[in-house]
T-cell receptor, first 114, second 113 residues
C-alpha cells in the first residue's frame, strides 16, 4: 500500500493519559501535515513538518500538543494529559517536495477519551 | 464570517443527474483550490486540484473557480450511487510556509438509485 498510513486507527485513552498518533507519509513524500476533525466541524490544520523541522505550527494548541517528524521513522503527534475535548479524528496528509504540491490524506486515527 | 462557507446538505439527487456543489470564501489570498471526497470513517480523497481562476475537467468531474466572486464549484455528471459521500472544498494561499489547507465543513451528497 503506497498511501499515507496512520496508526492506530482507533485509540481509547482515559483523561490524563498520553496519546501518540503515528503517520507514515506516501513513498517519496517528505512533507507531513496534521489536521483535526471535531464532530460537526470541518478539518482544521494543526501543523506542517518536514524531516526534523517544524515549518508551521500555527494551528497547534499552545499546551499539551506536540509533533515531530524524525530523520528515521514516522511522524508522531503527541497529546499529553488528554481531556474529553481532545476526542476527534486526527488526519495526516503528505505531499512531495516542492511548493504548492497536492496533499494526500490517510484514513485517520479516531481518538476517544473516557 | 467564516473563511470558507459550504452548505452541509444533505443534497439528495436521483442517479444520472448532474450535481452542483459550491463553496464561497472571503480570503482573497487563496490561490489553490481543491475538492476532496470523504466516505464515512475514511480519509479525504483528492478529486480536483486547480490554481487560480478557470475550469478543469477530469472524467465526470469539472471544477470551476471564479476568483472575482470568491466562488468555486464542483460538477458531477452522470452521478452514480457510489458518488454518495461528503464533498469537502479546500483552499490555500501561494505558500511562504503557510501550507495548511482551509476546509469547508463539507456537503453530504446522496445519490438515489
Amino acid at each position: 500500500n503506497a498511501g499515507v498510513m496512520q496508526n492506530p486507527r482507533h485509540l481509547v485513552r482515559r483523561r490524563g493519559q498520553e496519546a501518540r498518533l503515528r503517520c507514515s507519509p506516501m513513498k517519496g513524500h517528505s512533507h507531513v501535515y496534521w489536521y483535526r476533525q471535531l464532530p460537526e466541524e470541518g478539518l482544521k490544520f494543526m501543523v506542517y513538518l518536514q524531516k526534523e523541522n517544524i515549518i508551521d505550527e500555527s494551528g497547534m494548541p499552545k499546551e499539551r500538543f506536540s509533533a515531530e517528524f524524525p530523520k528515521e521513522g514516522p511522524s508522531i503527534l503527541r497529546i499529553q494529559q488528554v481531556v474529553r475535548g481532545d476526542s476527534a479524528a486526527y488526519f495526516c496528509a503528505s505531499s512531495p517536495q516542492g511548493d504548492n504540491q497536492p496533499q494526500h490524506f490517510g484514513d485517520g486515527t479516531r481518538l476517544s477519551i473516557l | 464570517q467564516k473563511e470558507v462557507e459550504q452548505d452541509p446538505g444533505p443534497l439528495s439527487v436521483p442517479e444520472g443527474a448532474i450535481v452542483s456543489l459550491n463553496c464561497t470564501y472571503s480570503n482573497s489570498a487563496f490561490q489553490y483550490f481543491m475538492w476532496y471526497r470523504q466516505y464515512s470513517r475514511k480519509g479525504p480523497e483528492l478529486l480536483m486540484y486547480t490554481y487560480s481562476s478557470g475550469n478543469k475537467e477530469d472524467g465526470r468531474f469539472t471544477a470551476q473557480v471564479d476568483k472575482s466572486s470568491k466562488y468555486i464549484s464542483l460538477f458531477i455528471r452522470d452521478s452514480q450511487p457510489s458518488d454518495s459521500a461528503t464533498y469537502l472544498c479546500a483552499m490555500k494561499d501561494s505558500g511562504g510556509g503557510a501550507d495548511g489547507l482551509t476546509f469547508g465543513k463539507g456537503t453530504h451528497l446522496i445519490i438515489q438509485p
